[in-house]
């Protein structure tokens, strides 16, 4: 046989099991139909083989290892009844050994017998009846052209008969050979309607063999190739997919790679040192090392580039880390701050509920003060008008005493009386305590009866029940000053940028007004024993707070200084200005010492802020004072003048009337001139020299009888007088204001001299020598000749 060149295997389309393809026939090489099937690479592989090219390869492979087919067949398409009817029978020796050819037809007409078997499953008599017709069909395949049908119309072909035969719908061949179809092609160019045209088929032997003959042989045939088709296929499929891997790993791009001859072109090539070289010399070394320096060092600033945005991420990641831990604290803080806007708003709540009550409370204690104030007040003026007026009935009158007590009537008699019941029980009380200097009329005169007495402390009472009930139920942290003050210490100390920044020293004082206000209900500055300011529970929490600021601050204006000051402004100077208006009696020694006292320490306090906030808040007590002075100089001060007949007894109701309102006007002079440090200079010496001393005490001196009494009243006149006015040492004449009562004194002192009273002259003179009036003294000492008081002015 002659040799065969390698086949290649063009890609035949997949079709499905039920429709007819045309397949190219086989040809000898040489001939016209093999050289037709023949591609353009004739010893490759093909370009584009796919999967039913794949499954090609071996069975064509297969094909060429059996010999050249020359006659074409038709597929046997009622080949398969003849396996139903018989038992394997051998064909006889002159069948077997016909011609190779022909027994490669049979082997490959089997696949189409197998094809076919799977549509004539259901048939039974009506095929064996035609074994004759298909014994003469079967010869005419064998001049017949060879089409090989593909892997999928055999696949589809095995699985039909396969389900035919579990459906049990033929009868079953007692054939115990198991039959492969893998390496079969499927003929599906001629339609089953087409008929067999065996009766052409020139028969090669005398005797025919029946169909179960040429089945059994073909089986015997098949089962012997088997086991050699299954190696070839094996080795082919083998060698198939290693080229595919080839060329998936090898191939490039727009680039065919013959994977065929691969092999051969990966071999390595070996130097040949025949080769000649261009010459080099030390120029193109040296430039060749520059260019390779210049790259190297470009390739080095690029990595100096890199690793400089490594340290910027490797730094970027550090702030990013440190800045998560931290933010633990930034949850912690907002956790603070959240906390204190919680305590805040129910801080503020609290107090909008309470202020309320407080404000009443505060009415409440504050209109029980002024009526009894006012009853004071109304009763002494009531008093004095109706003595007064008896007084004056008593001058008009010159009757008996029993006609004078008809003409009075019963309120002003009961009036009376009381005066006298109460005057009575003072000096009582004077002797018992060992005073023997007190002067009628210097006394407050503020004594209340038993039921009066005991209707005030029983309402004052209730007011203090209802003001200890209105912070019952809230907790110490809404109501107790120290325990307010401390959460914002906290904060002062946690966050103080955040503290002053939120201006909290201006919000405090408004947070504590109510329950400062709360604590001072029961504060009454006039009173000898009232509480001072200084240990009051609120005054020492807030200069604690005051102490910590200035020692945790590091701003040396720390604003939480003026946090005190601001209280006195907006809470302590406008309740002691309630104090002064309506309840104060300047009449009243004791009130008025406590008033003093209470505010020089107020102002004290006060004077830690500023020039402009002192003046203010200093203004803002002191006008009320003078005001209330004035009031009282015009509404309480009466000096009556009298006949010096009915003064001349200093036993008479006139006399002891005119003596006890001059030592009233006294008293009032000299609680008066006690505010010499905290009221201005001018308006003590306005109230009290001028509206009060030249009005009602000169006058009720003029009207005296000269003598030790009237020496005396001026040495108290003298003695009110505040030192700090005549300190000047070169002053040689008095304040202007003054003038009055200096002439007041040269006048009684002219009259003691020529008087057998002289020792009181001496008096006078020193009384002038207090008051710088020393031009007037040392004039009156010469007119007199007194050379034994000039000492008294070298002195000075």
Same mark, same amino acid.
């Given at each position: 046989?002659?040799? =065969?060149?390698? $086949?290649?295997?063009?890609?035949?389309?997949?079709?499905?099991?039920?429709?007819?393809?045309?397949?190219?026939?086989?040809?000898?090489?040489?001939?016209?139909?093999?050289?037709?099937?023949?591609?353009?690479?004739? &010893?490759?592989?093909?370009?584009?083989?796919?999967?039913?090219?794949?499954?090609?390869?071996?069975?064509?492979?297969?094909?060429?290892?059996?010999?050249?087919?020359?006659?074409?067949?038709?597929?046997?398409?009622?080949?398969?009844?003849?396996?139903?009817?018989?038992?394997?029978?051998?064909?006889?020796?002159?069948?077997?050994?016909?011609?190779?050819?022909?027994? &490669?037809?049979?082997?490959?007409?089997?696949?189409?017998?197998?094809?076919?078997?799977?549509?004539?499953?259901?048939?039974?008599?009506?095929?064996?009846? +035609?074994?004759?017709?298909?014994?003469?069909?079967?010869?005419?395949?064998?001049?017949?052209?060879?089409?090989?049908?593909?892997?999928?119309?055999?696949?589809?072909?095995? =699985?039909?008969?396969?389900?035919? %035969?579990?459906?049990?719908?033929?009868?079953?061949?007692?054939?115990?050979?198991?039959?492969?179809?893998?390496?079969?092609?499927?003929?599906?160019?001629?339609?089953?309607?087409?008929?067999?045209?065996?009766?052409?088929?020139?028969?090669?032997?005398?005797?025919?063999?029946?169909?179960?003959?040429?089945?059994?042989?073909?089986?015997?045939? =098949?089962?012997?190739?088997?086991?050699?088709?299954?190696?070839?296929?094996?080795?082919?499929?083998?060698?198939?997919?290693?080229?595919?891997? %080839?060329?998936?790993?090898?191939?490039?791009?727009?680039?065919?790679?013959?994977?065929?001859?691969?092999?051969?072109?990966?071999?390595?090539?070996?130097?040949?040192?025949?080769?000649?070289?261009?010459?080099?010399?030390?120029?193109?070394?040296?430039?060749?090392?520059?260019?390779?320096?210049?790259?190297?060092?470009?390739?080095?600033?690029?990595?100096? $580039?890199?690793?400089?945005?490594?340290?910027?991420?490797?730094? +970027?990641? #550090?702030?990013?880390?440190?800045?998560?831990?931290?933010?633990?604290?930034?949850?912690?803080?907002?956790?603070?701050?959240?906390?204190?806007?919680? @305590?805040?708003?129910?801080?503020?709540?609290?107090?909008?509920?309470?202020?309320?009550?407080?404000?009443?409370?505060?009415?409440?204690?504050?209109?029980?003060?002024?009526?009894?104030?006012?009853?004071?007040?109304?009763?002494?003026?009531?008093?004095?008008?109706?003595?007064?007026?008896?007084?004056?009935?008593?001058? $008009?009158?010159?009757?008996?005493?029993?006609?004078?007590?008809?003409?009075?009537?019963?309120?002003?008699?009961?009036?009376?009386?009381?005066?006298?019941?109460?005057?009575?029980?003072?000096?009582?009380?004077?002797?018992?305590?060992?005073?023997?200097?007190?002067?009628?009329?210097?006394? !407050?005169?503020?004594?209340?009866?038993?039921?009066?007495?005991?209707?005030?402390?029983?309402?004052?009472?209730?007011?203090? &029940?209802?003001?200890?009930?209105?912070?019952?139920?809230?907790?110490?942290?809404?109501?107790?000053?120290?325990?307010?003050?401390?959460?914002?210490?906290?904060?002062?100390?946690?966050?103080?940028?955040?503290?002053?920044?939120?201006?909290?020293?201006?919000?405090?004082?408004?947070?504590?007004?109510?329950?400062? %206000?709360?604590?001072?209900?029961?504060?009454?500055?006039? #009173?000898?024993?009232?509480?001072?300011?200084?240990?009051?529970?609120?005054?020492?929490?807030?200069?604690?707070?005051?102490?910590? +600021?200035?020692?945790?601050?590091?701003?040396?204006?720390?604003?939480?200084?003026?946090?005190? !000051?601001?209280?006195?402004?907006?809470?302590?100077?406008?309740?002691?200005?309630?104090?002064?208006?309506?309840?104060?009696?300047?009449?009243?020694?004791?009130?008025?010492?406590?008033?003093?006292?209470?505010?020089?320490?107020?102002?004290?306090?006060?004077?830690?802020?500023?020039?402009?906030?002192?003046?203010?808040?200093?203004?803002?007590?002191?006008?009320?004072?003078?005001?209330?002075?004035?009031?009282?100089?015009?509404?309480?001060?009466?000096?009556?003048? @009298?006949?010096?007949?009915?003064?001349?007894?200093?036993?008479?109701?006139?006399?002891?009337?005119?003596?006890?309102?001059?030592?009233?006007?006294?008293?009032?002079?000299?609680?008066?001139?006690?505010?010499?440090?905290?009221?201005?200079?001018?308006?003590?010496?306005?109230?009290?020299?001028?509206?009060?001393?030249?009005?009602?005490?000169?006058?009720?001196?003029?009207?005296?009888?000269?003598?030790?009494?009237?020496?005396?009243?001026?040495?108290?006149?003298?003695?009110?007088?505040?030192?700090?006015?005549?300190?000047?040492?070169?002053?040689?004449?008095?304040?202007?204001?003054?003038?009055?009562?200096?002439?007041?004194?040269?006048?009684?002192? =002219?009259?003691? +001299?020529?008087?057998?009273?002289?020792?009181?002259?001496?008096?006078?003179?020193?009384?002038?020598?207090?008051?710088?009036?020393?031009?007037?003294?040392?004039?009156?000492?010469?007119?007199?000749?007194?050379?034994?008081?000039? !000492?008294?002015?070298?002195?000075?």
């Amino acid at each position: 046989m002659a040799h =065969r060149p390698e $086949r290649t295997f063009r890609q035949r389309r997949a079709e499905s099991s039920d429709s007819d393809s045309t397949q190219e026939p086989f040809a000898e090489p040489g001939s016209p139909g093999e050289q037709a099937n023949l591609g353009p690479a004739e &010893e490759g592989l093909p370009s584009g083989g796919g999967r039913a090219e794949a499954a090609e390869l071996p069975r064509r492979a297969r094909g060429r290892s059996r010999g050249r087919v020359w006659a074409s067949s038709r597929h046997a398409a009622r080949a398969a009844p003849r396996l139903d009817g018989g038992s394997d029978v051998p064909g006889d020796a002159g069948q077997q050994g016909a011609c190779p050819g022909q027994q &490669e037809s049979r082997a490959v007409d089997l696949s189409t017998d197998e094809e076919d078997e799977t549509h004539r499953s259901s048939e039974s008599k009506d095929d064996q009846s +035609s074994s004759s017709n298909s014994s003469s069909s079967l010869e005419e395949e064998f001049t017949s052209l060879v089409n090989i049908p593909d892997a999928a119309f055999i696949q589809a072909a095995y =699985r039909k008969r396969e389900l035919a %035969r579990a459906q049990e719908d033929y009868i079953s061949l007692d054939v115990k050979h198991a039959f492969t179809i893998s390496g079969m092609k499927k003929n599906t160019e001629y339609p089953e309607s087409e008929t067999d045209d065996h009766e052409n088929i020139i028969p090669f032997t005398t005797k025919p063999q029946t169909l179960r003959q040429k089945m059994a042989e073909k089986t015997a045939t =098949r089962n012997e190739e088997t086991s050699e088709d299954s190696e070839e296929d094996k080795k082919y499929q083998d060698i198939w997919e290693q080229q595919q891997m %080839r060329k998936a790993v090898k191939i490039t791009k727009g680039r065919d790679i013959d994977l065929s001859h691969s092999s051969k072109s990966q071999t390595v090539k070996k130097f040949d040192a025949s080769i000649s070289f261009p010459p080099v010399n030390l120029e193109i070394i040296k430039k060749q090392l520059n260019t390779r320096l210049t790259l190297l060092q470009d390739t080095h600033r690029s990595h100096l $580039r890199e690793y400089e945005k490594y340290i910027q991420d490797v730094k +970027s990641s #550090k702030s990013t880390i440190q800045n998560l831990e931290n933010s633990s604290n930034q949850v912690l803080n907002f956790k603070f701050y959240k906390s204190m806007k919680v @305590y805040v708003e129910n801080l503020i709540d609290c107090l909008n509920k309470k202020i309320i009550n407080i404000q009443e409370i505060e009415s409440a204690m504050h209109a029980l003060l002024v009526k009894q104030a006012m009853i004071f007040t109304k009763r002494r003026q009531d008093e004095l008008k109706h003595e007064s007026a008896y007084l004056q009935q008593l001058s $008009r009158k010159a009757e008996t005493s029993t006609n004078r007590s008809l003409a009075i009537d019963e309120k002003t008699q009961w009036i009376l009386e009381e005066i006298e019941s109460r005057r009575a029980r003072r000096r009582q009380a004077r002797v018992l305590s060992g005073n023997c200097t007190h002067q009628e009329g210097t006394s !407050s005169d503020d004594e209340l009866s038993s039921a009066d007495m005991i209707d005030f402390q029983k309402s004052q009472g209730d007011i203090l &029940e209802d003001h200890k009930k209105i912070f019952e139920d809230v907790h110490d942290d809404f109501c107790n000053i120290q325990n307010i003050l401390l959460k914002f210490q906290q904060w002062r100390e946690k966050f103080p940028d955040s503290y002053y920044e939120a201006f909290i020293s201006l919000c405090i004082p408004k947070l504590l007004n109510p329950l400062i %206000r709360f604590q001072l209900i029961d504060w009454n500055p006039l #009173k000898f024993d009232s509480i001072g300011l200084k240990q009051m529970p609120w005054f020492t929490s807030i200069a604690e707070f005051i102490d910590s +600021s200035m020692e945790d601050s590091k701003k040396d204006d720390s604003s939480d200084k003026k946090i005190l !000051s601001t209280v006195i402004s907006k809470i302590i100077i406008p309740r002691l200005t309630d104090f002064v208006e309506f309840i104060w009696d300047p009449l009243s020694t004791s009130q008025t010492t406590n008033l003093i006292t209470q505010s020089r320490m107020i102002l004290e306090e006060h004077s830690t802020c500023e020039n402009e906030v002192i003046s203010k808040g200093k203004q803002d007590l002191l006008k009320p004072i003078a005001s209330r002075m004035k009031k009282a100089i015009d509404d309480d001060v009466f000096i009556p003048l @009298y006949p010096k007949s009915a003064v001349e007894n200093r036993m008479s109701p006139h006399s002891k009337f005119q003596e006890r309102q001059f030592w009233s006007g006294l008293k009032l002079f000299h609680n008066i001139l006690l505010w010499n440090e905290l009221l201005p200079e001018d308006t003590l010496q306005e109230l009290g020299l001028g509206k009060l001393l030249n009005r009602y005490l000169i006058i009720a001196l003029l009207n005296a009888i000269p003598g030790p009494d009237v020496v005396k009243k001026c040495n108290q006149i003298a003695a009110c007088l505040p030192e700090k006015w005549f300190q000047n040492s070169a002053m040689r004449t008095s304040i202007p204001q003054l003038e009055n009562f200096i002439q007041f004194l040269l006048q009684s002192a =002219r009259k003691l +001299s020529t008087s057998e009273i002289r020792d009181e002259v001496k008096e006078i003179i020193l009384i002038l020598v207090k008051i710088k009036a020393l031009n007037h003294a040392e004039s009156f000492i010469e007119e007199y000749h007194l050379d034994h008081l000039k !000492s008294v002015i070298k002195e000075v």
